[in-house]
């Protein structure tokens, strides 16, 4: 079993309701066009590696409890599984959501954060501590849905 480091958490500034803003640390901190490249690079590597039999093509009920493990996926299937889970978990009133990546080399971690970055539903992204998963999970808030009108 190989050792990976530690990967440190971002850092947050307050957000104006005095919440760290971890969506902006995650933007902001340090993550670049190369990076980005990289990471989608490694992810298509991963994609190509896979293996394309009737397997891929079979539907995986998942239950919509807050609680989403990555490890059955293919890193090709989190760019629309993860918007439609939170959609999911948004619809059922579902707000505080644990994604579960694994540790791995951290680059299905950093496609899913790039992936919630991008969601304007999606209020914060935090690791999780060490009794939760550490850098292998990453804890999301969403933003509440805006009150229906009848």
Partial sequence: MSHHPAVPKPTASPSPAGQPDTRAAIADAGRDAAVDAAVDAAVDAADSDADDGDAADAVIEIPINGVLDLHTFQPREVQDL????IGECLARGLLSLRIIHGKGRGILREH??????RDPRV????NADETAG?????LVTLHPPPPRNF
């Fill in 112 to 117: 899913v954060r790039k992936i919630l970055a």
């Fill in 123 to 126: 209020a914060t992204i935090a």
């Fill in 134 to 138: 550490s850098f292998g999970t990453t």
């Fill in 82 to 85: 993860l918007p439609e889970y």
